[in-house]
């Protein structure tokens, strides 16, 4: 039996049967219902709360229940037994490598590791203070000129060809924003290196022949960038869907994803909570931080997520993550208070009544801290990982035969007709 819909249009008594396809009713059957030749009806919603854009067998979320799923395989798993670039595989290819696959798109993406000499001094010519972020969405921007034959998205060869070479060379242009903040010589890519460990060898060596980072720091930050490869159809990634509905080229797309990242309310929480964290001080003042969150009068930031109404299954992990990253740095002196700030709020009713609980941003900042990153950083070692989900969405909307170029429909609420004025008469 097909599953229905009855709407009843009372300014005019009559009823319209919309279909219902995957819980969902599509918009435009709604236009039928009209009344004396007046546009039909659509819908109003702004931040698109209750809006699907797409249909994507990419990344799965149940928030009620704190699940989240990469092609179907679940997030702990992934995080236990993957790599990055195996977990960016399956984003963009729908399965899990074979160990040939592996070792082939592993050899591809250390091929391309390196950027032109130009883009580097595309790099340079930033001021000596800018954002490492703002460097970066621009080197991205800036590959586009390197490739232009990446305009060509109808080729399946030469979008697989674009996708390697972004995901190869973010963590370079990102190492290379970073030296330069600092005043550093920019340091090439080790291709002898795995993806993260050749990170943090362009983040950090100076003048040893080779730098080796500690395995368990390269570990957490392989967990950190495959809990942050992709997470449905956030703003960023409905950034890149809806500037790449236009058929641009990948790498103007994934730069509009960059610049939605950039903005506090996305990218940026993770700074927030060590802003919090700082201003607490103690576990002594948590008492009166939380009551002044009831009252209204400060904000509890790192709790609670537009789609998790459970504990986060990202932020369980990092959680672990933290253990194994202060075993080699030292243990961050906010933990202690971020830790007895968890245990006292999820005890508290004000809070589990309103379904807040820590997401993945509670402890990722503190991680990113004690690997001595500055907080404009973390924005950029968010955006590395995720270019891999954001390609992966990228290359579903290309494909898909459903998807438009985006434009959604406006309610206008300013003046109508009105007559011009001259200037002299205003």
Known sequence: MTESLTVRDNRTGKDYELEITDGTIRAADLKQIAVDGQPG????????VNTSS????????????????????????????????????????????????????????TYHTFVHENLKQFIQGFRYDAHPMAMLMAGVSALST???????????????????????????????????????????????LSYTANFLAMLFKMSEPEYKADPRLVQALEVLFILHADHEQNASANAVRAVGSTEVDPYSAVAAGIAALYGPLHGGANEAVLRMLRRIGSTDNIPGFIEGVKAG?????????????????????????????????????????????????????????????????FYSGLIYEALQFPPEMFTVLFAIPRTSGWLAQWSELITDPEQKIARPKQIYTGHRTREFVPIGQR
């Open 41 to 48: 009806l659509a819908t109003y919603d702004p931040g698109f």
């Open 54 to 109: 797409c249909r994507s067998a990419i990344t799965y979320i149940d928030g009620e229940a704190g699940i989240l799923e990469y092609r179907g395989y679940p997030i702990e798993q992934l995080a236990e037994s993957s790599t990055y670039l195996e977990v960016a595989y399956l984003l963009l290819n729908g399965e899990l490598p074979t160990t040939d696959q592996l070792a082939e798109w592993t050899h591809e993406v």
């Open 146 to 192: 390197f490739y232009p034959e990446a305009v060509q998205i109808d080729d399946a060869e030469n979008r697989q060809l674009q996708i390697t070479r972004m995901i190869a060379k973010m963590p370079t242009l990102g190492a290379f924003a970073f030296r330069h903040q600092q005043g550093k010589p920019y340091i090439y890519p080790d291709n002898g």
């Open 297 to 361: 009068k400060e904000r509890l930031m790192g709790f609670g997520h537009r789609v998790y109404k459970n504990y986060d299954p990202r932020a369980k992990i990092i959680k672990k993550a933290c253990d194994d990253v202060f075993e080699v740095t030292g243990v961050n002196p906010l933990l202690k208070i971020a830790r007895e700030l968890e245990k006292i709020a999820l005890e508290d009713e004000y809070f589990v009544s309103r379904k807040l609980y820590p997401n993945v941003d």
